[in-house]
C-alpha cells in the first residue's frame, strides 16, 4: 500500500504511524482492563478464591445452590465472551504493526478514526457493518465483536 501524501485531492488509504501508536495506546489500555475482567470472571466461577467451608458442609438450600450454579454459569459464559474480545483486540495489535489497522475488510476504505477509537478492533466500517446486519436473520446472528 502507499502511504497518503499530505495532498487534500489523494484520498488516505492508511492512518500514518503516529495515528497508529494513538491507537495502539488505546487497544493497550482496553486490553489490560479486558485481562483484569477476565481475571475476575474466571475467579468467580471456579471458587478459586474461596477459602471457607462453603463446599465441605451439608446444606440443605437448593434454591441458593440452584442460583450459585446458574450464576456461575453465566459468569463462564462472561469470560468465554470476554477472552474472544481480547483475542479481537490482539489481533488489532497485529493490524498495527502490518500496518493494515482501520481498513474495512469488506469495502477497503478506512474506517473512521471516531469509530476506531470506540471500537478499536472493528474490523468493518459502519457502511459494510449495516449490509452485514440487513442480511443476516436477527436469530442467526452471532457476538460479533465489531458491535461492542
Do not use: W
Not at 474466571?42 to 446444606?59: A, C, K, L, R, V
Request: net charge neutral.
Amino acid at each position: 500500500m502507499k502511504k497518503a501524501t499530505g495532498t487534500p485531492q489523494m484520498e488516505k488509504n492508511r492512518y500514518s504511524d503516529e495515528e497508529l501508536e494513538e491507537f495502539k495506546q488505546i487497544i493497550l489500555k482496553k486490553l489490560d482492563k479486558a485481562h483484569n475482567d477476565l481475571k475476575l470472571l474466571t475467579e468467580s466461577y471456579t471458587n478459586g478464591n474461596e477459602h471457607d467451608i462453603s463446599d465441605t458442609s451439608p446444606t440443605f438450600k437448593v434454591l441458593e445452590e440452584g442460583y450459585q450454579v446458574f450464576s456461575k454459569e453465566e459468569n463462564s459464559k462472561f469470560a468465554a465472551r470476554q477472552e474472544k474480545f481480547i483475542k479481537s483486540l490482539e489481533n488489532a495489535l497485529i493490524r498495527i504493526e502490518n500496518k493494515t489497522y482501520g481498513i474495512c475488510r469488506v469495502t477497503g476504505k478506512l474506517i473512521p478514526a471516531d469509530r476506531l477509537r470506540s471500537v478499536p478492533h472493528a474490523t468493518l466500517s459502519i457502511e459494510a457493518k449495516r449490509v452485514q446486519v440487513a442480511a443476516a436473520p436477527v436469530a442467526s446472528r452471532p457476538f460479533d465483536p465489531d458491535m461492542e
